[in-house]
């Protein structure tokens, strides 16, 4: 855990400061909740508080109290800048370092004149002025409400609050099911709750929203899946075709490597999403036990993120990186037969 300047900052935010709140590129549930709940208790401190999402998120976050005051980077960039160059501090929530934002935002951040504050989980974070970072916990959700428990301001959590760091620790621990739900997590939820977090209406709004296609998209998904049964794995693949013809839409693919990770006797899930806009194939790693998929993204597919969650990318066709990651496998074999005994 580095929890670097903390007292300082508390007496820079004494006073009305105009601050800027920013998660990652492709928005989760939990960079939505934290730059969305983080907001809403700064302006209660009495701050002028912006939230600005670098590019868009799934509809099924667009429910979220106060997501329809955030500006979009991409297409709302006059007033994002705007908002970024008027700004006294800017707070970074959900990711580790400047590039994760994408390449024009961290241009304009990397010319920003005043301070950062990260509030983050993610391994390796770069070094800002001030810095929250903890790879044990489960969610930035947790660690904003935690912040403002430093703060000595439990009191002020609303439903509006409680409701945007609700979601992130569902969204972040697959519904508090992963390794990281510590029974704290699961006190903060309750207090959560209590201070009015509807919990069977997030569930609904974040997992029972599908449209048709997004489930016929999954069914595709599901027919491409493979399994290596001699590295405990399955890999999923979707083509820019297969998501054309199932009409994809952003969040859509959300979740799908889950599947591959629910069969018996696997340990190690990959999605490989073809994204003819940006020129890559985007992938997700899921891992039970102790093989680390960020440790593997970071050597292998320029990515990171979790032990047990990472993303990464690839350069090439489906096809190839379903090569690149056949023939990287028997060098971990060992290593995933070892990860997790049930
Ligand atoms: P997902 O697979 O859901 O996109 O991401 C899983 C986790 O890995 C998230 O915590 C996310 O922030 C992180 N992640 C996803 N893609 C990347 C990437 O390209 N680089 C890094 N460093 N982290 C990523
Ligand atoms: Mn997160």
């Not at 810095?131 to 002020?156: G, H, K, P, R």
Request: charged share 25%; proline share 3%.
């Amino acid at each position: 855990m580095i929890l670097k300047g903390f007292e300082a900052l508390k007496s820079f935010l004494s006073k009305p400061k105009n601050i800027v709140l920013i998660g990652h590129r492709n928005p989760d549930g939990d960079a939505m909740g934290s730059t969305l709940g983080l907001q809403h208790y700064l302006t209660k401190k009495g701050h002028k508080a912006t939230v600005v999402v670098p590019n868009e998120y799934p509809d099924f976050l667009h429910w979220l109290p106060g997501s329809e005051n955030t500006y979009r980077f991409d297409w709302q960039n006059s007033q994002s800048q705007k908002a970024i160059n008027a700004s006294d501090i800017i707070f970074l929530l959900d990711f580790n370092a400047l590039h994760r934002v994408g390449f024009d935002m961290q241009k304009t951040l990397e010319k920003y004149p005043n301070d950062f504050v990260m509030i983050d989980h993610h391994q390796q974070p770069d070094d800002v002025k001030y810095m929250y970072s903890d790879v044990e916990i489960c969610a930035t959700c947790q660690m904003v409400y935690q912040f403002i428990e430093m703060n000595n301001d439990l009191d002020l959590i609303d439903e509006a609050i409680a409701t945007c760091l609700y979601t992130g620790i569902m969204t972040d621990t697959g519904s508090f099911r992963f390794r990281s739900t510590t029974s704290k997590t699961h006190r903060i939820i309750a207090d959560l709750i209590e201070k009015g977090a509807q919990n069977d209406k997030i569930h609904n709004n974040v997992y029972d929203a599908n449209s048709y296609g997004r489930l016929l998209l999954l069914g595709q998904a599901l027919s491409n899946l493979q399994i290596l049964p001699a590295y405990k794995t399955a890999f999923i693949t979707l083509t820019e075709a297969e998501k054309k013809k199932f009409d994809f839409q952003k969040g859509d693919t959300e979740g799908v490597v889950n599947y591959a990770l629910s069969l018996k006797g696997i340990i190690f899930a990959a999605i490989f999403i073809e994204d003819k806009e940006q020129h890559i194939i985007k992938i997700s790693f899921r891992s039970k036990g102790d093989f680390s998929v960020n440790q593997f993204s970071r050597n292998h597919f320029n990515g990171g993120g979790h032990d047990n969650a990472a993303g990464g990318k690839f350069n090439g066709s489906v096809e190839e990186v379903i090569t690149t990651f056949k023939e990287l496998l028997p060098t971990y074999k060992n290593e995933l037969n070892r990860s997790y005994e049930i």
